[in-house]
T-cell receptor, first 108, second 121 residues
Framework: SSELTQDPAVSVALGQTVRITCQGD??????ASWYQQKPGQAPVLVIH???NRASGIPDRFSGSTSGNTASLTITGTQAEDEADYYC???????????FGAGTKVTVL | EVQLVESGGHWVQHGGSLRLSCAAS????????MTWVRQAPGKGLEWVAN????????YYVDSVRGRFTISRDNTKDSLFLHMNSLSADDAAVYYC????WGYGSYFFDYWGQGTLVAVSS
């Protein structure tokens, strides 16, 4: 299967930790990349590879993978982290890419 | 500074055609895989197509294969998406993104601001 499954929404209290997951068979052989998108803005790369933060991304963002599940964790969530988060990975062919449906993170 | 600026999006009739452009600057364009991603209003991101550095390989999502053509002109640092037989399902903001290889797959490290394609039925 080439699908990546994400929870539609999650909420987190200010300063707390939230984990966003992305499930898919292709994640057994490929790392996911993660993108943050705020309303009216283009997506921004957050994490790629095993756990590599993109330039300018705070160290409260981290990534991990276990089996067919990739996770993006925000430790000490800030109000500005409220956004949609998308995972992406190649499908079984390795040449086509798939996004998860996205997770809306609400900071309480 | 890496910049990607899309253009060419506008309203088009069902069944019509359109060509989107993406002007790149701030990096060696010919060194990078490039990608188009789209986002329908209120929906999530959808990967559309990739093109290899020299244009010799292209890949498409099934829903656009045979209707869309991704191309590039490395002499002009430009990426294109030729779209034919447009339908309401193709209405979206189209983003171009620079692709980088790492740890066994590509990721998209810089994105343009997008160009809006609207399709009238």
């Amino acid at each position: 299967s080439s699908e990546l499954t994400q929870d539609p929404a999650v909420s987190v209290a200010l300063g707390q930790t939230v984990r966003i997951t992305c499930q898919g068979d292709s994640l057994r052989g490929h790392y996911a990349s993660w993108y943050q998108q705020k309303p009216g803005q283009a997506p921004v790369l957050v994490i790629h590879g095993k756990n590599n933060r993109a330039s300018g991304i705070p160290d409260r963002f981290s990534g991990s993978t276990s089996g067919n599940t990739a996770s993006l964790t925000i430790t000490g969530t800030q109000a500005e982290d409220e956004a949609d988060y998308y995972c992406n990975a190649p499908d079984s062919s390795g040449n086509h890419y798939v996004f998860g449906a996205g997770t809306k993170v609400t900071v309480l | 500074e890496v910049q990607l600026v899309e253009s060419g999006g506008h309203w088009v009739q069902h069944g019509g055609s359109l060509r989107l452009s993406c002007a790149a600057s701030g990096f060696t364009f010919g060194d990078h895989f490039m990608t188009w991603v789209r986002q329908a209003p209120g929906k999530g991101l959808e990967w559309v197509a990739n093109i290899k550095q020299d244009g010799s390989e292209t890949y498409y999502v099934d829903s656009v294969r045979g209707r869309f053509t991704i191309s590039r002109d490395n002499t002009k640092d430009s990426l294109f998406l030729h779209m034919n037989s447009l339908s309401a399902d193709d209405a979206a903001v189209y983003y171009c993104a620079r692709s980088r290889w790492g740890y066994g797959s590509y990721f998209f490290d810089y994105w343009g601001q997008g160009t809006l394609v609207a399709v009238s039925s």
